[in-house]
Structures are given as structure tokens and as C-alpha cells.
């Protein structure tokens, strides 16, 4: 199994394919690699796909600290480059999203085109102690954390995918449930979106309760350019609810910014 060693221990990824290019994804927070199962299909035989555990996640080290959007662009940094790519298309999804923006903000030399996937808001996630509570009751409670997991979907009906997933969360170090809603909280990007030069994707689930639309207005209005597609009948997850339809829309945008 491949690891990278970083400081406070060692980052699980998966490589799949052997395209000249390559696709790293990010996953988004109280979730694994996992997440990505069903683009793979799709993508291996014509592209690299490098997909990590963030630390406190699946397989990657549970550290006791180090938990902030800027140490997790630092994490995927350390991938990036021990992996050799100089260049390459970057994919996120909700944290896994703004992740991605700030990396990309901080390294628009490498990456190729940026993908945000029902990303947390550049202006960050809007937290109060209700929400702060409803994330420990996540840690805490196994059937509301199953609850919450399957609020992540309006049509995925696979129990085995979906029980895969809730375990991911379940076995989470506990800063991805206490410091993880924080450092999405304090990151505010929304400023800094002006100065990207990257073709950028959007996509969202119009029925997304986790991130609501709305709550991506302002990024998608800062990201002026970007081509946004918003999935009907689609939940938190449209590559997992509408994997073919997704997987199309990406490879389309990704194929015709590479030419």
C-alpha cells in the first residue's frame, strides 16, 4: 500500500490508471478516499487519478494536531511533490473544495484546472454553537452520525457504498469533528478568488442540505469565470447519485482545458 511520510506521521493514497495526466481529489471533512469509488470507472483508462486520505482519515496518520485548511494544502503539497507532478488537474469536494481553492490560490503554476464539487463557501462555513453541537453529537452519537451520513445523499440508495462510508466517518480521529468545522469556519477566501487564473468547474446539488446552494452564491459570483453546473434531484455527492452524468461533465471540462 502506498504511503507518503510526512511530519507527524504518514498519508495513505491510491493511484489509479497510468494517463499522461493526472487527476489528484480531495475529499471532504468525516470522510475517506472512498468517496471517489464510483469516478474511478471513468476516469482510469484515460487519466492518472491520485486520490489521498487527509490526515485523521482512513488510513493516513490521526494526528493530534495540524488540523487547519492550510496544513491540509500543505499535506497535498508534500504528495504533489513527492509524486514527481509538476502540473495536473486538481478535484475537490466540500472541504476537500476549499482545500483546493487555497492550494490553488497558493500554486496556480501546478495546477491545470480546478474542480470544486458542492464546495464549502470561499467565504467559509457558517458555524454557530448549534452546529458546533450537532458535529460533536457526530462524534459521539453512531445513529445521528448515520443520520447525518445519509443526509449526504437525496438518490444513492447503496447500502453497501453507504455503510462503507458511514464506517470511514465513524473511525475519523476526533479533530476531524471538533477543529475541522472551526478551520472551515476562519478560512475566508472570497477575496482572493479575484486573482485565480485557473479554468474552473463548479458543480452542486441543487438539494444539497449540507451545503445549500445559497451558500455558495457569493463564491460563484466571485468566480466569475467559472462554468457551474447544478445537478437536479442531486444531494451533497453527484458523483456518487449521478456518477455517469458527473463523471462526463468533468471529463468534458477538464479534456476541452487541456487542448
Keep these: 500500500m502506498p504511503y507518503l511520510k510526512i511530519t507527524t506521521g504518514q498519508m495513505y493514497y491510491e493511484e489509479y490508471g497510468k494517463g499522461s495526466e493526472t487527476i489528484v481529489a ?14 474511478v470507472p471513468y476516469v482510469e483508462d484515460q487519466y492518472r487519478l491520485i486520490a489521498m486520505d487527509l490526515r485523521g482519515c482512513g488510513k493516513t496518520t490521526h494526528t493530534s494536531d495540524g488540523y487547519t485548511i492550510a496544513q491540509f494544502a500543505s499535506d497535498i503539497d508534500a504528495l504533489v511533490k513527492h509524486l514527481g507532478l509538476s502540473k495536473f488537474h486538481l478535484l475537490g469536494h466540500s472541504m476537500g473544495g476549499q482545500i483546493s481553492m487555497l492550494y490553488t490560490l497558493l500554486h496556480q503554476e501546478k495546477v491545470k484546472t480546478l474542480t ?78 479575484s486573482s485565480l487564473r485557473i479554468p474552473t468547474l ?58
Design 26 to 39: 480531495v475529499h471532504g471533512n468525516i470522510s475517506t478516499l472512498a468517496w471517489w469509488q464510483f469516478l
Design 202 to 259: 463548479l458543480m452542486h446539488g441543487r438539494n444539497d442540505c449540507v451545503i445549500p446552494l445559497d451558500s455558495v452564491k457569493q463564491t460563484i459570483t466571485a468566480l466569475a469565470e467559472a462554468r457551474v453546473v447544478l445537478w437536479e434531484n442531486c444531494g451533497h455527492s453527484p458523483f456518487l447519485e449521478k456518477p455517469a452524468s458527473a463523471a462526463q461533465e468533468f471529463l468534458s471540462f477538464i479534456k476541452e482545458k487541456s487542448v
Design 116 to 193: 470544486l464539487v458542492d464546495t464549502v463557501p470561499a467565504e467559509g462555513l457558517a458555524l454557530d454553537d448549534t452546529i458546533r453541537k450537532a458535529f460533536k453529537e457526530m462524534q459521539s452519537n453512531p445513529l445521528f452520525l448515520r443520520q447525518a451520513v445519509q443526509s449526504c445523499f437525496l438518490n444513492f440508495n447503496n447500502k453497501e457504498v453507504i455503510e462503507e462510508i458511514y464506517q470511514g466517518a465513524a473511525a475519523c480521529a476526533p479533530e476531524i469533528y471538533l477543529s475541522n468545522p472551526e478551520t472551515m469556519h476562519e478560512t475566508i477566501l472570497l477575496d482572493q478568488l
